[in-house]
């Protein structure tokens, strides 16, 4: 399990200290989840579009397996998250086959593990940032989806590492204030991928896993642990760059 480390982050300690103290949260333990309880539903809302293919037998990871292909599936975090903060994810052993060899500069085509936030709905505009797999590359994108018109930001990563982490800081703000920045790590440390400003539209935030598999055979992947950590919104650009020189000193359970 991922923990912070004392020594030598005493300052960023200390906001986050504050940001428990002053931040009121649905999501106020640093470690939000660490799948050890058997079952999501305490904590999560399968959001689909296709559902069922988490489980949670209680063994300290969350699993997704989409084995006949073509399938996406979304847990949501069960409440909202007011105001600023900061989500980390780790996966565990990501595994992919794809049936689609893409076109020359084609970005959407592959299978992914995704971290996002954004609002629920239809139309909800969410960001991701994800190891991203197709016939061709493997890596890291990062993705704007805004009602369906996907964009994406940052320059593509190549990575072959199936374990990993990966972050998103929000300033809290919606429409066009709004400002994301995100994080992964591949084992060298957490690296700032791209800030956006993803223009949310008025309603609650949430956080979410997705599995990605609509152009492949099969997709798996274990998440270990998610950490949520609130923010006050005087510390938010301060924290937006610290944050991952606390993340990158951790330890797993």
């Given amino acids: 399990m991922k923990k912070l480390a004392v020594p030598n982050y005493v300052g960023l300690l200390v906001i986050l200290?504050?940001?428990?103290?002053?931040?009121?949260s649905p999501?106020?333990?640093?470690?939000?989840?660490?799948?050890?309880?058997?079952?999501?539903?305490?904590?999560?809302?399968?959001?689909?579009?296709?559902?069922?293919?988490?489980?949670?037998?209680?063994?300290?990871?969350?699993?997704?397996l989409d084995n006949s292909g073509g399938q996406i599936d979304s847990l949501a975090s069960l409440s909202a998250v007011?105001?600023?903060?900061?989500?980390?994810?780790?996966?565990?052993?990501?595994?992919?086959?794809?049936?689609?060899?893409?076109?020359?500069?084609?970005q959407f085509v592959g299978s992914s593990v995704d971290?996002?936030?954004?609002?629920?709905g239809a139309t909800y505009t969410h960001v991701s940032?994800?190891?991203?797999?197709?016939a061709t590359q493997q890596g890291i994108w990062a993705v704007i989806n805004n009602?369906?018109?996907k964009t994406h930001i940052g320059s593509y990563v190549s990575n072959t590492a199936?374990?990993?982490?990966?972050?998103?800081?929000?300033?809290?703000?919606?429409?066009?204030a709004g400002v994301v920045t995100l994080y992964y790590d591949v084992g060298s440390g957490w690296t700032k991928f791209a800030s956006y400003n993803p223009d949310f539209p008025a309603g609650?935030?949430?956080?979410?896993?997705?599995?990605?598999?609509?152009?492949?055979s099969y997709l798996s992947f274990q998440v270990d642990q998610v950490d949520v950590v609130p923010l006050p919104p005087s510390a938010f650009f301060l924290v937006s760059g610290l944050i991952p020189l606390a993340w990158a000193h951790r330890r797993k359970r």
Avoid: K, R
Wanted: proline share 6%.
């Fill in 115 to 120: 971290l996002w936030i954004g609002t629920l």
């Fill in 17 to 24: 200290s504050f940001a428990l103290i002053f931040v009121s």
């Fill in 204 to 216: 609650p935030i949430y956080f979410a896993i997705e599995g990605y598999d609509p152009d492949g």
């Fill in 162 to 176: 199936t374990t990993g982490w990966l972050g998103i800081v929000y300033n809290g703000m919606q429409g066009a």
């Fill in 147 to 149: 009602s369906g018109s």
């Fill in 129 to 134: 940032i994800y190891e991203f797999l197709n």
């Fill in 27 to 64: 999501a106020q333990a640093y470690v939000y989840d660490d799948f050890t309880a058997s079952g999501y539903t305490s904590l999560w809302q399968d959001v689909g579009p296709d559902y069922g293919l988490f489980s949670q037998p209680g063994n300290g990871n969350l699993y997704f």
């Fill in 82 to 106: 007011t105001g600023p903060f900061a989500v980390a994810m780790q996966y565990l052993n990501f595994s992919a086959t794809n049936n689609t060899t893409p076109s020359p500069g084609s």
